[in-house]
């Protein structure tokens, strides 16, 4: 997991250090970076979800991954378009002359 969550960090910035990249695709920026505090946050309801007394280990951690997951991947399917709308209509950064 700790792969998964390197590459999330890692596609989240790739954006941000190509400057001539569309501007819509600044929103993929945005996607990848919820997607890792999505996976830091699963992290620790998968915690919390273990110490449970007499509750199998297994199904609690993929119980708690897929309903974090699940609340967030549905905020960001809703958002997506106003990231994407958002990025279409504001300068990402300033052009020096």
């Known amino acids: 997991m700790s792969i998964v969550s390197f590459l999330t960090l890692a596609l989240g910035m790739v954006p941000l250090f190509l400057k001539y990249l569309a501007q819509h695709y600044k929103a993929v920026h945005v996607w990848f970076m919820y997607y890792s505090v999505l996976g830091l946050y699963a992290a620790f309801a998968s915690e919390l979800?273990?110490?449970?007394?007499?509750?199998?280990?297994?199904?609690?951690?993929?119980?708690?991954?897929?309903?974090?997951?699940?609340?967030?991947?549905?905020?960001?399917?809703?958002?997506?378009?106003?990231?994407?709308?958002?990025?279409?209509?504001?300068?990402?950064?300033?052009?020096?002359?």
């Open 49 to 97: 979800s273990v110490r449970l007394p007499e509750k199998p280990f297994f199904a609690m951690v993929g119980i708690a991954t897929a309903a974090v997951f699940g609340v967030g991947t549905a905020f960001i399917l809703k958002k997506e378009k106003v990231w994407t709308k958002y990025f279409e209509h504001k300068p990402y950064y300033q052009k020096v002359k």
